[in-house]
């Protein structure tokens, strides 16, 4: 893991301020989503692009019993 050596401190409502600078490397802009992970201790945050759960696939994706299957991958589900 990368330090930015950036500190900031939550406010009384349990929110934190992501730097500019840090959004602009990250393609981070207002209202888009990020997912919380926690591993041990440590909380990451990752921009929120959904996905086909098989392969990755971000085009043209369709929701399955609450997963993301690109058409790639179900036309292949089809065949088994």
Request: proline residues 4%; charged residues 35%.
């Amino acid at each position: 893991m990368k330090s930015t050596g950036i500190v900031r401190r939550v406010d009384e409502l349990g929110r934190i301020v992501l730097p500019i600078e840090l959004r602009r490397t990250l393609d981070i802009s207002e209202r888009d989503a990020l997912e919380i992970y926690v591993d041990g201790s440590t909380i990451i945050l990752k921009k929120y692009e959904p996905a086909c759960a098989f392969c990755g696939n971000a085009k043209d994706i369709h929701m399955y019993k609450g997963k993301n299957i690109c058409p790639d991958c179900i036309e292949e589900l089809k065949k088994l």
